[in-house]
């Protein structure tokens, strides 16, 4: 019997995990099986199931790999010197994702901010995903200061303001363009460079 390629076992494990993420962006998770993703897939159950054993691996799969790549993206930006300016460098990150690149299939990035709220509403119930969303929120802050540290020491920002309080306001505002995509549908990532950039343009005077 021939052996199966790596090549081949990987595209078989996107090709999976997309029609995962099609399926519960269009229904969500409760409202969507595991027929459902063999159906979306065009695979055999036993294909699946080599892979993924459950529904829940499934999610955490997904969700696992929409935060490495959001961390991935920040960690490449901290080792410039300096690192491209907010506006550019969240726009950047935020377009890549909906284009589904660091390894991420487009079926999931397209689908990530649809993706990314269900699974705020579904870490409320379900506390093995919470852990997963907590452990991954937390190395994706850790990718984020490290880029307002990178501004900080080249004098590009204020530097009597936490580091770390600096990166939950950008993983913020990163959320919030996210739910307005989920929620209001489609809206250029060139709003959110231009609404950033805005911002930026306010004078950097201390308070008095």
């Known amino acids: 019997m ?5 090549q081949h076992l990987d595209a078989r494990r ?18 969507t099986s595991m027929q459902d993703v063999l159906r979306e897939a065009d695979l055999s159950a036993g294909a699946v199931y080599r892979y993924f054993s459950s529904k829940e691996e499934l999610i955490g799969a997904i969700v696992t790999e929409v935060l490495d790549t959001v961390r991935e993206a920040f960690e490449e930006a901290a080792s410039q010197s300096p690192p491209d300016p907010p ?10 994702v909906l284009r589904g690149e660091f390894g991420m299939g487009t079926a999931a990035g397209v689908e990530a901010p649809r993706l990314l709220v269900q699974v705020w509403t579904e870490t409320l119930r379900n506390e093995s995903l919470a852990a997963l969303l907590r452990t991954g929120y ?3 802050r850790a990718a984020w200061v490290k ?15 936490p580091a770390e309080h600096v990166a939950r306001t950008m993983i913020a505002t ?4 996210a739910a307005q995509q989920a929620l209001f549908g489609e ?10 950039r805005g911002l930026m343009s306010m004078g950097g005077q201390k308070p008095g």
């Open 2 to 6: 021939a052996r199966v390629s790596q």
């Open 14 to 31: 996107r090709q999976i995990l997309d029609a995962a993420a099609r399926c519960f962006a269009r229904n969500g998770f409760h409202a």
């Open 87 to 96: 506006d550019v460098l969240v726009g950047q990150v935020m377009g890549r």
């Open 138 to 140: 937390d190395t994706v």
């Open 147 to 161: 880029v307002v540290e990178a501004y900080q020491a080249a004098g590009l920002m204020r530097d009597d303001v």
């Open 174 to 177: 990163a959320q919030g363009f």
């Open 187 to 196: 809206v250029p990532v060139e709003v959110l460079r231009n609404g950033l």
